[in-house]
Structure formats: C-alpha cells, structure tokens
C-alpha cells in the first residue's frame, strides 16, 4: 500500500520550455503532497508544499512563478517549471502523506530526471 | 549547525556484516523518526517509521530511537549486496509536515 507514480521518469529538453511532472497517490488519497529536488550525491530540498484546493506554500529562495503548483485532487498534485533553463536541471521528487491521519509518513514516488540543454 | 546530522560515509561491509547507521538531531520538538532507503536515481522508499524511544524491529532491520540522547540508528542484520543504496534519515516535528533529512549514508555490500 501507499504508492506514488511520478510521470515522467525522464525529460531531456531545450531552453525554454515549460515542463509538467505529475505525482498521483495510487491507493490513498492526499491532502498534502510535497514537492523536493535533488542534486548529485546531496539530501533532498524541499521546495513547496501542495495543498489540496488551496496555493501552496514555498519554501525560502523557490520561485513560486518559476515553479508553479496544483493540488486540484486528493490524488494529484503537479509541478510545472516554466521556461526552463539548465540551472533547472535536477531531480525533482515527490511526495504524499495519507489524509486524515498526521501522524501517517510521508511516501514518496521514484523521482523526475529533467535535463535542459 | 544542522538540525539532523548524518555520517555521509562512504561505508563498505562484506556481505553478512551488521551494518550501523545514525543520525543525531538537535531539536527535541522532533516526535517522529523515518529511515528511507534510495537506490541510485529512484525516489527514498520508507524502511521504518517510529515514534518512541526503544527498538522496532522489520525482518533484517532494527530502528533504535534514544530522545533523551538525541540520538537513532539503523541496524541491518545479515547484509546483502542488493542493500547497497543511500540510506536516509527523516525527522518530523509534532503537528508539523515537514520532513528534516540527514545528508544520507551511501552502503556497499561487497559479495
């Protein structure tokens, strides 16, 4: 139980473009989901926390027009990095946490490879 | 000084060996302890979840938790070669989301 499919795995682009990753919990629903990225041989950062119906909260430093959120369900959350450039490149992981029960951990998808050349 | 600290390692161990993995922390707000595990370019996938200080035993793995020391750790028993990942601890503060991580030690199980 408590799975979550990230799409795509991989996004290799130009400058420029705007690119959307989806993250879905498959077998629970989620008020909460989060959104981390990862550079090489590093911990994750987070970056926003996406609420269900609600704006989400940036974390210092994220630019909120550069990476947009939306919650629209308590199944999915989506990332989008507008007009993308290299120092985007990144891995870009997801998370949720099980609704109605705080104490719950949070599970997170496989993660987001976006190369832009 | 970070709120959760990490040995980021490298550790290597034959295959068998007990492996020792822990995090300290700084913060004595912090009320629930993860351990993830993440293979290469994969996304951490939760090992153990524990709450109270004492022992929670899984199969091969024991989470050990000690608040009044600030202190956790990751035993592996009986180590295998596809145990070999970047091991992660977590952190959350009661009645909050977010997650504190450890920098992450990265294990080879040498066959």
């Known amino acids: 139980g408590a799975v979550v499919s990230q799409h795509p795995s991989r996004v290799i682009c130009k400058s420029g473009t705007s690119v959307k990753i989806e993250c879905r919990s498959l077998d629970f629903q989620a008020t909460t989901m989060f959104w981390y990225r990862q550079f090489p041989k590093q911990s994750l950062m987070l970056m926003a926390t996406?609420?269900?119906?609600?704006?989400?909260?940036?974390e210092q430093g994220v630019e909120k027009d550069k990476f947009l959120i939306n919650h629209a369900s308590l199944t999915l959350s989506t990332l989008t990095v507008t007009s993308a450039h290299p120092e985007d490149s990144s891995f870009y992981i997801c998370?949720?946490?099980?609704?109605?029960?705080?104490?719950?951990?949070?599970?997170f998808g496989d993660g987001t490879r976006l190369s832009i050349l | 000084q970070k709120e959760v600290e990490q040995d980021p390692g490298p550790l290597s161990v034959p295959e068998g060996a007990i492996v020792s993995l822990n995090c300290t922390y700084s913060n004595s707000a912090f009320q629930y302890f993860m351990w993830y595990r993440q293979y290469s370019r994969k996304g951490p996938e939760l090992l153990m979840y524990t709450y109270s200080s004492g022992n929670k035993e899984d199969g091969r793995f024991t989470a050990q938790v000690d608040k009044s020391s600030k202190y956790i750790s990751l035993f592996i028993r009986d180590s295998q070669p596809s145990d070999s990942a970047t091991y992660l601890c977590a952190m959350e503060k009661g009645g909050a989301n977010n997650l504190f991580f450890g920098t992450g030690t990265r294990l080879t199980v040498i066959p």
């Open positions: 996406s609420n269900e119906g609600s704006k989400a909260t940036y």
């Open positions: 998370s949720a946490k099980p609704q109605g029960n705080s104490n719950q951990p949070q599970h």
